[in-house]
Every structure is written in structure tokens, then in C-alpha cells.
């Protein structure tokens, strides 16, 4: 792997090498090596262009494990902020020789135009563009599943939210299908969920008592309001009702079933508190695997 732009066509192969590599960094790690040489020498740069906590605070965490030098490019006193376009900001910011960016964008499909205009020997990875691939989320999901659940064949997993705004649902969907998984569930109100064109392998549920019923992983999802036009926003109440994950909805799932969410939760809209914090909650444990699997990728793009 050069870049890391989407996990579309991504063989299992390929997720399954970077998951191992994350666990070979995780044992390193919790035998107290605290820092390794993988990466001495070369420059990370964080490219941030929409909020983030655990992307972008994983990938310095990641990049400085490995002994990499992390540049956090500030947006707000950038000479972006002066107008300086998108692709003047990356050659001048190559010109001081980075080996890779790691960009998240609120426009679609930007890392790939980073990739087209980069110069060569810098790799792009993509912490998230707009609703379209957020892979190193999609990585660390099936990790976290695959920690408790390896047997993919056997999995019904659901997806609900706001599946149409979703760079993450797109990504997980894709992890999940390259393992094998055995059914993919999503479930949202209307308005917020995309066409089954665009997710021919998946199964829609409207209602959420149905979908999560049997069910051996939920992945929730916030409601993305940046993203939404006023007429697709739900009166989050209501919207808690019909779709959010309490108690009595997980007693409908499969024993055990993995309760999961990328984050930032919104407690009492997506997720009720006494689920979030329960006992059947990955929720930080799939942040801790994000750092293992931004250095697994970074050891992947990178590494000698
Ligand atoms: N899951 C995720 O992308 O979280 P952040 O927006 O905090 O990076």
C-alpha cells in the first residue's frame, strides 16, 4: 500500500495483515515500549480540515510511537484562512519534506486529489471526506469485532442512524463485506438513510425493534447535522424513541451483541447512558484500537 484513501476493494487479505500488524503493535506497546524506531526520521503532518478528537489525536499518538516527527497544521491560523487554495497549502507544506499527510475533509473525494497532486514519495491517508470513507474507523471497527467475534461467517451486525451522512457506515460496510460477514443490517428514519443501490449487500430495516433483533453487533451513529439540510433534521425526542439504543432494545439482540459507536456520542439521542457505559460497551475500547491501527497503517505506508 502506497496511500489509504478507502477500504473499497481492499481484499480480506490486506485488512486482515494491517489487523495483525495492530496487534503486534499492541504487544509491543502493553510490554512497555513505549517508543519504537519504525518511523525515526520521517514527518507526519495532520491535516485537518473538520473537528476531530480521536482521528487526529490517535494518528499524533500513533505517528510519535513509532518515532515519527507530527506537525498538527492549525487551520484557523493558517494562510488558509487568507485564501490560500487547497493545493498551493500542500505543495508549499511538501516543499518542507513530508512523507505522508493525513488529511480529513468535509468535501468528498478530496485525499484522491491529494494523492493526484502530490508529489511522489509523499502518501496520503484519509481520516475522513465528507460521507464518503473514513478507513482507518472502518479498520479499527472490525477489529474491535474481531477481537471478540472472529467468526465472521456466523455475524449479523446493525448499522443505525444517520447512515446517509455516514463517511463511517460506508467504510464499516466495506470492512465488514471483506470479512465475510453474514448480514449487514441498516436501519434509520427515511430522510437519513441512502438508496439500496448504493449498499447492494446490506438489508434495510426501518424499525429498529426489528433490526437489532438477534443482532451480534450495533454499530450506532450520531446524527450529523453539519451535514444536513433543515427538512432532514429530527426532533431528537422522537428521534430517541423510534432509533436510540436503550436497554430494552438491546435485551432484543443476540447475548453478548458487541454495543459499538465511533463517536462523539450524543447520549439520550443515539445511545442512552446506562448502555454506553454498560458492560456489553466496546465504545473505548475501539478508540484504543484506533491508536494500534493508525500505527499498523502508518508502519504499513511508510516503514523500511
Ligand atoms: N470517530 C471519529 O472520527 O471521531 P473524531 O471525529 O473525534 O475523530
Redesign the pocket.
Known amino acids: 500500500l502506497r496511500h489509504l484513501t478507502t477500504l473499497e476493494n481492499l481484499p480480506r487479505s490486506c485488512i486482515e495483515r494491517l489487523l495483525d500488524r495492530a496487534l503486534s503493535m499492541r504487544d509491543a506497546c502493553a510490554h512497555g515500549t513505549r517508543k519504537l524506531d519504525l518511523l525515526a526520521g520521517r514527518t507526519v503532518l495532520n491535516l485537518f480540515f473538520e473537528?476531530?478528537?480521536?482521528?487526529?489525536t490517535s494518528f499524533e499518538l500513533a505517528a510519535r510511537r513509532l518515532g515519527a516527527d507530527v506537525i498538527n497544521f492549525d487551520i484557523g491560523f493558517s494562510s488558509t484562512s487568507k485564501g490560500e487554495e487547497l493545493f498551493d497549502t500542500l505543495h508549499t507544506l511538501e516543499a518542507m519534506h513530508l512523507d505522508a499527510i493525513v488529511v480529513r475533509h468535509k468535501v468528498s473525494g478530496t485525499p484522491e486529489e491529494l494523492v493526484r497532486h502530490a508529489m511522489s514519495g509523499v502518501s496520503v491517508i484519509n481520516a475522513?471526506d465528507g460521507n464518503r470513507a473514513?478507513p482507518t474507523?472502518g479498520l479499527l471497527d472490525v477489529m474491535t469485532i474481531r477481537e471478540h467475534r472472529p467468526d465472521f461467517e456466523n455475524l449479523a451486525v446493525v448499522i443505525c442512524g444517520d447512515i446517509k451522512h455516514s463517511r463511517?457506515a460506508r467504510s464499516d460496510v466495506q470492512a465488514l463485506t471483506a470479512m465475510g460477514v453474514r448480514e449487514i443490517r441498516l436501519c434509520g428514519p427515511a430522510p437519513l438513510m441512502p438508496t439500496q443501490e448504493e449498499f447492494p449487500r446490506c438489508t434495510f430495516v426501518e424499525d429498529f425493534d426489528e433490526a437489532i433483533g438477534g443482532a451480534d453487533a450495533a454499530i450506532m451513529l450520531r446524527l450529523q447535522k453539519e451535514r444536513m439540510s433543515a427538512t432532514e433534521l429530527p426532533d431528537e425526542a422522537a428521534y430517541f424513541a423510534r432509533y436510540g439504543l436503550d436497554t430494552r432494545r438491546l435485551a432484543r439482540a443476540a447475548k453478548g451483541c458487541l454495543v459499538m459507536h465511533?463517536?462523539?456520542i450524543n447520549r439520550g439521542v443515539e445511545i442512552a447512558s446506562e448502555v454506553a457505559d454498560g458492560a456489553q460497551s466496546k465504545i473505548l475500547e475501539q478508540v484504543g484500537n484506533g491508536v494500534f491501527v493508525r500505527m499498523a497503517v502508518l508502519g504499513e505506508l511508510l516503514g523500511r
Do not use: F, K, L
Open positions: 473537528p476531530s478528537t480521536r482521528t487526529r475522513g473514513h474507523q463511517v465511533p463517536g462523539p
